[in-house]
């Protein structure tokens, strides 16, 4: 099973940019998808994102569309870019690894530690 670490959250004013990286141990296999979900204090886990590993298909939560873009540059690393950020955007990101093209996060069986991101309005 392979490990996932997320990278890049850190502190950003509202309007700006961030790009969340997931790397995961070993190579993601083709039939994978890959979804990013956050979690605000005191809030449940939210979808954020997906990509069908194979296809490149994405999907988008409707807070985040036109704003975030999913990718993947390598055979085992995802990114989420995050552009016009908002407060609301506050939240721990996972990155997290399934076989279904879901949104909900018990169809994702492998999971990363989460990074922070903060936006400051």
């Known amino acids: 099973q392979a490990q996932l670490e997320e990278s890049g959250g850190g502190s950003a004013q509202a309007g700006d940019s961030l790009i969340l990286s997931c790397a995961a141990s070993?190579?993601?296999?083709?039939?994978?998808?890959m979804g990013w979900f956050r979690q605000a204090p005191g809030k449940e886990r939210e979808f954020v994102a997906l990509?069908?590993?194979?296809?490149?298909?994405t999907l988008y939560a409707d807070s985040v569309k036109g704003r975030f873009t999913i990718s993947k540059t390598s055979v085992n690393t995802v990114h989420l870019q995050m552009n016009a950020l908002k407060a609301e955007d506050t939240a721990v990101y996972y990155c997290?690894?399934?076989?279904?093209?879901?949104?909900?996060?018990?169809?994702?069986?492998?999971w990363g530690q989460g990074t922070q991101v903060t936006v400051a309005s």
């Open positions: 997290a690894r399934g076989s279904q093209y879901a949104t909900d996060a018990s169809s994702y069986f492998a």
């Open positions: 990509i069908r590993w194979n296809t490149g298909r």
């Open positions: 070993s190579r993601i296999y083709s039939s994978s998808v």
